[in-house]
């Protein structure tokens, strides 16, 4: 109760800030001359500057601490999101496109790393999913209030979608100095806990402790887990990523009539449901105390959504239900996977090796939109980039299998790190 509605709060924030572009191509793409493929390498350079500065900001968080770290990365990205609003040029985008990724880089990671200083492992599938519900949670408020505001402020010479960038930006900002107040880097500096309830604490996480002392401490950057698991999740990103920053605009081509506010009131819909059934799939994974199939499925779910969309949905409902099948799915696969890491890294390990494996997957969220904007520049529609998404998800289903059948036959001594080669 003291930590995750704080932590969701923040990635709301991050996440508005960094897909509010989705929302700013409604108009913005118009007034600036900008086509899909402009419009799909700025969604993406994002990521390019996540996935150059993600590592060494994680490392960054665990020597100086979550608040002092964490708070400045709220303040930098804040000001670059604000200093959006006023582009002139696709190349002044793709620049602050870029310095957004480094400033925001090591957040996501940072805050998974960080819970685990809090939360016991056999539980990590249920707190990892509340807490990623910041993200269909952030489509929900920020895709109505993006529209909101592109639609109804404008003045001084700025258009709507400049003011939704400044004021968006801006929440950031004032966030930065109350994150710093808010946060406690560990359970020992916890004002905020009774002695019994840090002790109590203290022995649930030191029986893992136990486990996980025995384990043979890899190198992050050189440790096979680390490595495969980022392959898998940049598959899995670049597979999902080119729908989230294309869904405004695909809902938009079947309504032509519909407001900047009315899209982000229909988009909406699917991260509602989304952010419901995550939640529900990730206790069900922890119940069961498994994590690979329970990653996996979702994607195949996801994988049959974009095999109906392209066979010709043209009504806004039929469509709508697509999208929000394929959003379930999507949404379903970070509580189990992000799970994963914590199971097979030590702790001394775990904030590179998190860091790596999202900093990797950050290079998919470039390659998924900028491939979806410019398949659909070459061919007029979405239906070649959903069919080549659709590839790179059945290839991480196939990468999650091979983890289940792997931890299934081979016999481990307790403690020995499963192999993923």
């Avoid at 191509?25 to 390498?41: C, I, P, R």
């Avoid at 994002?46 to 601490?65: R, T």
């Avoid at 496109?97 to 200083?117: D, N, V």
């Avoid at 009504?315 to 890491?341: E, H, K, N, Q, R």
Wanted: hydrophobic letters at 50%.
């Amino acid at each position: 109760m003291r930590l995750i509605p704080f932590l969701l709060l923040l990635y709301v924030v991050a996440y508005i800030d960094r897909s509010n572009i989705s929302f700013a191509a409604l108009e913005m793409n118009a007034t600036l001359g900008f086509d899909a493929s402009v419009y799909g390498l700025a969604a993406g350079m994002f990521f390019v500057g996540y996935f150059i500065f993600e590592v060494p900001s994680n490392i960054l968080l665990a020597k100086f601490g979550a608040k002092v770290w964490i708070s400045r990365i709220l303040l930098t990205w804040g000001v670059v999101v604000i200093l959006t609003g006023f582009v002139q040029s696709a190349t002044q985008l793709h620049i602050l496109r870029f310095l957004l990724g480094l400033a925001e880089a090591g957040l996501f990671p940072g805050l998974i790393y960080y819970m685990t200083y809090w939360f016991p492992k056999k539980s990590m599938a249920k707190y990892v999913a509340m807490f990623m519900s910041a993200i269909p949670l952030a489509f929900v408020l920020g895709g109505p209030i993006s529209g909101w505001l592109i639609d109804n402020f404008k003045g001084l010479g700025l258009e709507g979608w400049r003011w939704m960038f400044i004021i968006e930006g801006a929440a950031a900002v004032v966030l930065a100095p109350i994150t710093y107040f808010y946060l406690t880097d560990s359970p020992e500096k916890a004002r905020w806990l009774t002695a019994e309830e840090k002790q109590a604490l203290r022995v649930e996480l030191n029986a893992e402790g136990i486990t996980e002392s025995n384990k043979q401490d890899h190198s992050s950057f050189s440790d096979p887990t680390v490595w495969y698991l980022s392959v898998l999740y940049f598959f899995y990103m670049t597979g999902t990523l080119g729908l989230l920053y294309f869904l405004p605009q695909i809902i938009q081509k079947l309504s032509v009539t519909s407001t900047a506010t009315q899209v982000g009131l229909i988009s909406a819909i699917p991260y509602f449901v989304g952010g419901l059934l995550m939640n529900l799939w990730a206790r069900r994974s922890d119940k069961k105390g498994e994590r690979y199939l329970h990653a996996a499925a979702p994607l195949l779910i996801v994988i049959a959504s974009y095999i109906v969309i392209i066979y010709g949905l043209t009504s806004i409902p039929s469509m709508l239900v697509a999208l929000t099948v394929a959003v379930v799915g999507l949404f379903a696969f970070y509580g189990p996977f992000w799970s994963i890491p914590a199971q097979l890294l030590s702790r001394k390990s775990s904030a590179a090796g998190i860091a790596i494996i999202n900093s990797c997957g950050g290079l998919g969220g470039f390659a998924g939109p900028y491939l979806m904007g410019y398949l659909a520049k070459t061919t007029g529609n979405n239906n070649l980039g959903f069919s080549i998404l659709s590839v790179f998800l059945g290839v991480s289903v196939i990468m999650l299998i091979y983890l289940k059948i792997r931890k299934s036959n081979v016999s481990l001594n307790q403690g020995q790190l499963p192999s993923s080669r």
